[in-house]
């Protein structure tokens, strides 16, 4: 069982249109990061959020600390096939402990 | 800058071998972490050295072993190589601790076991 859940798993849209991907726990993090990998490649920080109810606008994607801290949230407007990717979500657990959701690979179709 | 390099970029292991893989962090960078990526399990937390000092460890099996040089290069290896260890491995750097610190990832190792 992972300890942060993603979803979904899987998303294909087309161009221009609007998207919503979740990071879910049960456990409260300290803080929670999200990157995005593409293929061949490692892992690109995009974001941190530190405090509850925390919202980060990075141009077109807009992140959500949950209240709580055990949840986050990651809003795309207007995709574009640049954004094609894997999203992956990463929490300091204990905090050393970093851990990572499954992630959700993003299609955005022209 | 130079980012964080790994070496080699793919490698291709049959059971029973053992591995060994490089990591050079960012100049300036204390901490390297160690992950395995892989389909089913998606990215998994190896182990972390700061200042020549493992410092956590996920939970993996003693067949996974690494270490970390005065100069911060980090190497990886795996011992008695199994099928399931086919997966992507990442190596990580940042500033101080992993803790709370961005982490910038290499390219990753693909290693193959056949």
């Known amino acids: 069982t992972q300890l942060l859940e993603q979803s979904p798993q899987f998303l294909s849209i087309q161009e221009g249109e609007n998207l919503t991907v979740y990071c879910n726990s049960s456990?409260?993090?300290?803080?929670l990061q999200w990157y995005r990998q593409e293929p061949g490649e490692g892992p690109v920080l995009l974001v941190t959020?530190?405090?509850?109810?925390e919202v980060k606008k990075l141009k077109r994607l807009t992140f959500q600390f949950g209240d709580a801290r055990k949840d986050s949230s990651l809003h795309i407007t207007a995709a574009q096939p640049g954004d094609t990717g894997l999203y992956l979500c990463a929490g300091y657990h204990n905090n050393n402990d970093m851990r990572f959701g499954a992630g959700t690979r993003l299609t955005v179709k022209p | 800058k130079a980012g964080v390099t790994q070496t080699p970029r793919y490698l291709i292991k049959t059971r029973g071998q053992q591995v060994t893989l490089s990591c050079s962090p960012i100049s300036g960078h204390r901490s390297v972490s160690w992950y395995q990526q892989t389909p089913g399990q998606g990215l998994q937390f190896l182990f972390e050295y700061f200042s020549e000092t493992q410092r956590n460890k996920g939970n993996f099996p003693g067949r996974f072993s690494g270490r970390q040089f005065s100069n911060s290069r980090s190497e990886m290896n795996v011992s008695t190589l199994e099928l399931g260890d086919s997966a992507l491995y990442l190596c990580?750097?940042?500033?101080?601790?992993?803790?709370?610190?961005?982490?910038?990832f290499g390219p990753g190792t693909r290693l193959t076991v056949l």
């Open positions: 990580a750097s940042s500033l101080a601790r992993a803790g709370g610190n961005e982490q910038f």
């Open positions: 456990s409260v993090f300290s803080s």
């Open positions: 959020v530190v405090t509850g109810g």
